[in-house]
């Protein structure tokens, strides 16, 4: 090696990477002392840095020491008020804590949560919060290989990455059909998103399904929609009902409560009487629900008290504190006035 520097100047992290034959990544990581590196290969690393003069910028190092204060949080979506209520909740928790947030969404890709993990992994972040309990085999081994304290919430496992603060989402389909099977309901169709587009939602649905099921009833349609879950969904998703119906429904389960405000509006419009003719059922008890005249009947999910418990967890983890590993959060039922009484 000859260790000399590129004239003109104090010594850059290129000199180092060309001098011990390595990618600047490898310097970066030997300097920051993160994992990705033999000790011999940082030892060496190292000894050439000190050997041509080459000393970290300070930006860099204050950057990197901020990160231990950092917590990055990975959601489907910021459309849906779902994930900022969540977050309303866990705010307060990380601020009081000394912690910063950084926001990424994966619009349910999970190719793209994948980059997303292997950035935050790079950043080395207090803590990651991730959307769900259904990940890539890959991220999870990385998640769990980096040692960083990793939370999982809106859904439930009992086998966690790390930590888990959720609801039982096939519990809530089941739930809800025990519930309209007690009021007579036979034939339920149901309106949602693509297939795995959204996992807790085809887990909901195959509560409610095996519920019908279990006592002799099938869905009578199960609509796949492109579309996004909003009100035009809704409306879209009752007429491809009507379409594709293999007997006369009489209810409709819909993925959330906007779809179902939509559901709810077509069906007025066709002159179907809601709730005497056809029953309307949502999911999350969103706001929207506290102006309707009519109010869908739903499962209320504590979102905010998801958000804030789920963060004392993290917190929890983070400083080393004994904690739960696991929460699971009770869902309310709300009877509303889109079913019969």
Same mark, same amino acid.
């Given at each position: 090696?000859?260790?000399?520097?590129?004239?003109?100047?104090?010594?850059?992290?290129?000199?180092v990477a060309?001098?011990a034959g390595v990618?600047i990544?490898s310097?970066?990581?030997a300097?920051?002392?993160?994992?990705?590196?033999?000790?011999e290969?940082?030892?060496?690393?190292l000894?050439?840095?000190?050997?041509i003069?080459?000393?970290?910028?300070?930006?860099?190092?204050?950057?990197?020491?901020?990160n231990?204060?950092?917590i990055?949080?990975?959601v489907?979506?910021?459309? #849906?008020?779902?994930?900022?209520?969540?977050? @309303? $909740?866990?705010r307060?928790? /990380?601020? !009081?804590a %000394? &912690?910063?947030?950084?926001?990424?969404?994966?619009?349910y890709?999970?190719k793209?949560?994948?980059?997303?993990?292997?950035?935050?992994?790079?950043?080395?972040?207090?803590?990651?919060?991730?959307?769900?309990?259904?990940?890539?085999?890959?991220?999870?081994?990385?998640?769990?290989?980096?040692?960083i304290?990793?939370?999982?919430?809106?859904?439930y496992s009992?086998?966690?990455?790390?930590?888990c603060?959720?609801?039982?989402?096939?519990?809530i389909?089941?739930m809800?059909?025990?519930?309209?099977l007690?009021?007579?309901?036979?034939?339920?169709?149901?309106?949602?998103v693509?297939?795995?587009? #959204?996992?807790?939602?085809?887990?909901?649905? @195959? $509560?409610?399904?095996?519920? /019908?099921? !279990?006592a %002799? &009833?099938?869905?009578a349609?199960?609509?796949?929609?492109?579309?996004?879950?909003?009100?035009?969904?809704?409306?879209?998703?009752?007429?491809?009902?009507?379409?594709?119906?293999?007997?006369?429904p009489?209810?409709?389960?819909f993925?959330?409560?906007?779809?179902?405000?939509?559901?709810?509006?077509?069906?007025?419009?066709?002159?179907?009487?809601?709730?005497n003719?056809?029953?309307i059922?949502?999911f999350?008890?969103?706001?929207?629900?506290k102006?309707?005249?009519k109010?869908?009947t739903?499962s209320?999910?504590?979102?905010?008290?998801?958000?804030?418990?789920?963060?004392a967890?993290?917190?929890?983890?983070?400083?080393?504190?004994?904690?739960?590993?696991?929460?699971?959060?009770?869902?309310?039922?709300?009877?509303?006035?889109?079913?019969?009484?």
């Amino acid at each position: 090696m000859s260790h000399q520097k590129q004239s003109g100047g104090r010594a850059k992290i290129e000199d180092v990477a060309r001098e011990a034959g390595v990618s600047i990544m490898s310097v970066s990581r030997a300097m920051r002392g993160v994992e990705g590196l033999s000790v011999e290969k940082r030892t060496e690393i190292l000894k050439v840095a000190k050997q041509i003069g080459y000393e970290p910028s300070s930006v860099a190092g204050s950057l990197a020491a901020a990160n231990s204060t950092l917590i990055g949080i990975s959601v489907p979506t910021l459309e #849906d008020a779902v994930f900022g209520e969540i977050f @309303d $909740g866990m705010r307060p928790v /990380f601020n !009081n804590a %000394g &912690f910063q947030t950084v926001f990424d969404t994966t619009e349910y890709q999970l190719k793209r949560e994948e980059r997303w993990i292997d950035r935050m992994i790079s950043w080395r972040p207090a803590g990651i919060v991730l959307s769900g309990v259904d990940h890539s085999k890959t991220a999870r081994r990385k998640l769990i290989n980096s040692g960083i304290p990793t939370l999982e919430i809106w859904d439930y496992s009992d086998d966690p990455i790390d930590l888990c603060v959720g609801v039982d989402h096939y519990l809530i389909g089941k739930m809800m059909a025990e519930y309209l099977l007690d009021l007579g309901y036979q034939n339920p169709a149901y309106v949602g998103v693509e297939y795995q587009r #959204d996992q807790r939602a085809d887990k909901r649905l @195959d $509560g409610f399904r095996d519920a /019908f099921e !279990n006592a %002799g &009833f099938k869905l009578a349609a199960n609509v796949r929609l492109e579309e996004a879950v909003s009100f035009e969904a809704g409306k879209q998703g009752v007429v491809r009902v009507f379409e594709t119906a293999i007997a006369v429904p009489d209810l409709v389960y819909f993925l959330n409560d906007h779809m179902a405000v939509g559901g709810l509006l077509e069906c007025e419009r066709r002159g179907i009487g809601v709730p005497n003719e056809m029953g309307i059922v949502g999911f999350n008890g969103l706001n929207i629900n506290k102006v309707l005249a009519k109010s869908i009947t739903t499962s209320i999910t504590p979102r905010t008290l998801m958000g804030s418990k789920a963060a004392a967890l993290l917190v929890a983890r983070i400083l080393n504190v004994a904690t739960e590993k696991c929460i699971s959060l009770p869902v309310e039922l709300y009877p509303g006035q889109t079913v019969r009484s």
